[in-house]
């Protein structure tokens, strides 16, 4: 017999995991660092022939750090994402090369820094 995992819980289980009063409970989930509602885009052959396509194109480099990156550590990002033009999916001038580590910021941070980047370089406004 062992403890309930639930935090705190002192209550013994001889099966399982988790007593009958915590049984339906289970830690949350931890929210992805990138967006998996395209997997279906990203098992098609199209996909697989484009990323292959970037990855000679970059010759393995990643277009952010310089590191050369390979097999699965090699990961693809869409400069416009998916959601705001699909027409852009299997675009190669959409797509850069990055390594995990820089794939992370890209995908956390990217979007602020242009943001940012128009916010502080815009033209001020003539008067009159």
Not at 87 to 103: A, I
Request: aromatic share 12%; proline share 5%.
């Amino acid at each position: 017999m062992k403890y309930c995992d639930f935090n705190g819980c002192p209550n013994k289980v001889a099966k399982g995991r988790y007593c009958e009063e915590h049984q339906g409970t289970r830690k949350p989930k931890k929210k992805s660092l990138y967006d998996t509602s395209n997997k279906q885009l990203y098992n098609s052959k199209e996909w697989k022939a484009v990323r292959q396509f970037v990855y000679e194109r970059e010759k393995g480099c990643c277009q952010r750090c310089g590191k050369f990156v390979f097999g699965k550590q090699a990961q693809v990002h869409h400069k416009v994402k998916v959601k705001q033009d699909r027409t852009l999916q299997l675009e190669p001038d959409n797509l850069k090369l990055l390594c995990p580590k820089c794939h992370s910021i890209e995908e956390n941070y990217g979007e602020k820094e242009n943001y940012f980047k128009n916010y502080f370089f815009q033209k001020p406004p003539t008067q009159k």
